[in-house]
């Protein structure tokens, strides 16, 4: 891994955050470092923006880079929680752009997610492969504590909140059919939206801590009495959910967090979950995954 660093500031932080679609940049950071990294799975979305927030150390990735320039399928994922894992991250708050499947769940609104259904399709989902298998839990993809801190940041900003719900993650970048979204209603999901797989999942194999503030833009197809999503109609609601996702993140709920992490499966969600014996694994694999499986392998 190289970092272009031009000054002494230290690579690392404590909390990481994905801005989605609207959310570019981080405000009230101070001791600012931007810094490129490369992984043993590519390169990042963005540059990553390092500096201190409410006396923490915040790390800041633009899921779809400055411009929006990355389509959710050609999204890094692995790049980007394997870099922030490499800087020591352990909590990861992403903000994405969602629809509305529930009449109650309106643009503006936001929902704090518990649930993930996955209707992607050839997205990679795994750090693993190539001689090394883990099957590791995600009974519950979202972190509670974390989700927690998200869903009090929000009301605390006087958003409104919706906590708990069932987030389904579909391919990009065409929107639903009408049938489709209906078909989503009936499995009782919430949101609808394009980023959060396999991204949760890459956190969970870095053992990270993981949550999402989604913010409604849009009832999606179903809603007959509304307008058809459309891309003018989401941009409208995304400016003003850009400025609550950033006073609730920045000014709430990092702010919340407790410094000392909680127990949680997130943190040991590979023990027990490696099945490949280490030395039948390949040494260019063992490379690759030192950072996620040293704590059970030993050094590659």
Known sequence: MTADH????????????IGGTGFYQMDGLTEVSRVHLDTPFGTPSSAITIGTLQDRRVAFISRHDEGHRILPLELPALANIYAFKSISVQQVMTVPAVGSLREEMAPRHTVIP???????RGRRSTFFGEGAIAHVGCADPFDETLSEALAAGADASDITTHQGGTLVVMDAPTFSTRAE???YRSWDASIIGMTALPEAKFAR??????????FVTDYDVWYETEADVRSELILSNLHANAEHAKTTVGQRA??????????CECRSALAGALITPKELVPVATRRQLNLLTERYWGPA
């Open 254 to 263: 990092i702010a919340s967090l407790d410094r000392t992490l909680p127990g």
């Open 6 to 17: 031009s000054d002494t500031l230290p690579i690392h932080a404590e909390i990481g955050v």
């Open 205 to 214: 194999e870095a053992e990270l801590c993981y949550a999402s503030l989604c």
């Open 181 to 183: 979204s209906r078909l």
């Open 114 to 120: 518990d649930q993930l259904i996955d209707r992607t």
